[in-house]
């Protein structure tokens, strides 16, 4: 970090958005590189690098979600098969 603002960042920071969804956006201070996250309620600030950490972390977390439930549907599908192979219980 070459340079530090040491005001409040709204009022030393440019915002420009360079992503939005429903949930928030995402904006950088063209001066020093900071990346605003801004959800509802909450704004965080972070460092280039501490923000790609955090996309990293994220998708991480999405991906292994994911998997789970690419998982338990593979489960339930087996399940399902197995069932349906060895036909009615018979109590
Ligand atoms: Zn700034």
Redesign the pocket.
Same mark, same amino acid.
């Given at each position: 970090m070459s340079r530090k603002?040491t005001e409040p960042p709204e009022a030393? %920071?440019?915002q420009l958005t360079i992503a939005d969804s429903n949930i928030g956006q995402v904006s950088i %201070?063209p001066? %020093?590189s900071?990346l605003h996250l801004a959800l509802s309620h909450v704004s965080l600030r972070f460092t280039p690098d501490a923000f790609r950490s955090l996309a990293d972390i994220v998708t991480a977390a999405q991906s292994r979600l994911d998997h789970v439930a690419q998982t338990s549907a593979a489960a339930a599908a087996a399940l399902a098969i197995d069932t349906a192979r060895q036909g009615p219980k018979l109590h």
């Open positions: 603002h030393s %920071c440019q %201070c001066e %020093c900071v």
